[in-house]
């Protein structure tokens, strides 16, 4: 049986000072020990070459969605599109280390998901059965870290549109196992209540490695 292969998708730029990527560093070492024969691959979304979406950009995803080729003059950004999503779309299992920025997710995970959901590639449309998505059977973890606290019995919930948006994206494209470690508050009840809702989050991270 070929290798899982695990993409691991980094959304702060903080590398070892993001909580998230803290507890999500220990959920894939924990994940690893399980799946000795695992192949964790790292995608930086601050260091990566993910190709702008710009006008070329939109003008070929138009071009595919009205069943046409892109032109010329689109085709070298959409070969970016596409090899941008087949190596998202190889992996087997998927974990996101999120910040959440101004309530919602960094503007470079946003430039990733618009550049990764395509037509026909990673979602389909017929009228008959209206959308459908293509990357089905594989679990998905994001780990959500914030300054504040946005839980049941905050009065935050309704701020909370880092998980609501990754979430309805994701499950846009077609995954329906989507589990969640959240770490907070990182920041607004100082550096004793985020240590310890770090080693709450880190000790969750363990734990669901084991199911993943
Ligand atoms: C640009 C920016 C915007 C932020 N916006 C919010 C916010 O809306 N709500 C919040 O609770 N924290 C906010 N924060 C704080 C971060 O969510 C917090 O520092 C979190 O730990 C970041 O994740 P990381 O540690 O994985 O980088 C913001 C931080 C930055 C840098």
Redesign the pocket.
């Given at each position: 049986m070929a290798s899982r292969r695990l993409l691991y998708v980094k959304?702060?730029?903080?590398g070892a000072?993001?909580?998230?990527?803290?507890?999500a560093d220990a959920f894939v070492a924990a994940w690893k020990n399980r799946n000795r024969d695992g192949i964790v691959e790292s995608l930086d979304l601050f260091e990566a070459d993910i190709p702008p979406f710009d006008g070329p950009a939109v003008s070929a995803k138009f071009a595919v969605m009205r069943g046409e080729s892109p032109s010329a003059a689109d085709r070298a950004i959409w070969g970016k599109v596409i090899e941008t999503i087949r190596v998202f779309t190889s992996a087997d299992a998927y974990v996101f280390?999120?910040?959440?920025?101004?309530?919602?997710i960094?503007y470079r995970l946003k430039q990733y998901l618009d550049v990764i959901i395509q037509p026909g590639l990673t979602f389909s449309f017929s009228p008959s059965e209206g959308y459908k998505g293509l990357v089905t059977g594989k679990p998905a973890l994001a780990?959500y870290?914030?300054?504040?606290?946005?839980g049941p019995g905050s009065g935050?919930e309704a701020?909370d549109f880092?998980r609501k948006y990754l979430e309805a994206a994701l499950g846009f494209i077609g995954f329906t196992d989507i589990r969640s470690i959240e770490?907070?508050?990182?920041?607004?009840e100082g550096p004793e209540a985020?240590k310890a809702a770090e080693a709450a989050a880190m000790a969750k991270a363990a734990q669901m490695a084991a199911t993943f």
């Open positions: 959304c702060s730029p903080r000072r993001s909580h998230s990527v803290r507890v280390a999120v910040p959440m920025w101004n309530f919602g960094p780990v870290a914030r300054g504040g606290s946005y935050m701020y880092q770490v907070e508050p990182t920041l607004a985020a």
